[in-house]
Structures are given as C-alpha cells and as structure tokens.
C-alpha cells in the first residue's frame, strides 16, 4: 500500500505563488508515474499535472500550461507542483496520485489512478 500526504497549500492572493508536496510512504513511488488533479466544490476532479515515471515526461492541463510545474524526486519518494500566477480560478482542493500500473505513460484521467492522498486546499483571492 501506498500513502500519500499532500502539504504547502493555503491562502494566496492573484498573481502569487504556492509550492505543493506529496510525500509517499509505505511504498517506494519511483515506478509509478504520479499526477495532480483538483476538485472545486460541486465540480468533477479535473487534471492538472502528470508526471512519468523518470521525471522526463510531463503533461499539463491547458488552464495551467506556462504557470505551473510538476517535479518528483525518487529519492525523495517525493512529487511537487510549484503554482505560480495563480488565478481565483485555481482555487480547489489538490490532490496527489499515483499510478501503480507500472505504465510508461502518464495518464490524465483520474481512473487511471489508483492511489490518492487526502487533498490540500488552495484559495487564490483576487
């Protein structure tokens, strides 16, 4: 089993930055290509970013294309997603996942995950 902790969101105005992590435990993560997605309330969980399992490939929403930049460290055991020009419209609980599949591909649909953490909240006010 894995667990995952995602940590670093909060309260930030328009235009400011966050740095989101996702540290893993119980199982070492470096096989598995991991993602971020966010849920607004009332609204379906949407991708955001996604990451293979080496790091070389990444894939981003278009909303957040330019503005935000998903990293892991497998050393680390450890994803991250640095937000910066955040909009109100960023605003959503975050969440880390991971995909068990051992795929080469890092997918952008949330079924396609099969590990979740809890989610951390990020409200940009404007």
């Known amino acids: 089993q894995v667990q995952l902790v995602e940590s670093g969101g909060g309260l930030v105005q328009a235009g400011g930055s966050l740095s989101l992590s996702c540290a893993a435990s119980?199982?070492?993560?470096?096989?598995?290509?991991m993602g971020w997605f966010r849920q607004a309330p009332g609204k379906e969980r949407d991708f955001v970013a996604s990451?293979?399992?080496?790091?070389?490939?990444?894939y981003y929403a278009d909303s957040v294309k330019g503005r935000f930049t998903i990293s892991r460290d497998n050393a680390e055991n450890a994803l991250y997603l640095q937000m910066n020009d955040l909009k109100p419209e960023d605003t959503a609980t975050y969440y880390c996942?991971?995909?068990?599949?051992?795929?080469?591909?890092?997918?952008?649909?949330?079924?396609?995950?099969?590990?979740w953490g809890r989610g951390t909240q990020v409200t940009v006010s404007s």
């Open positions: 119980g199982r070492t993560v470096s096989s598995y290509a």
């Open positions: 990451i293979s399992r080496s790091g070389a490939n990444t």
């Open positions: 996942a991971a995909d068990s599949t051992l795929r080469a591909v890092a997918m952008t649909t949330p079924q396609a995950y099969d590990y």
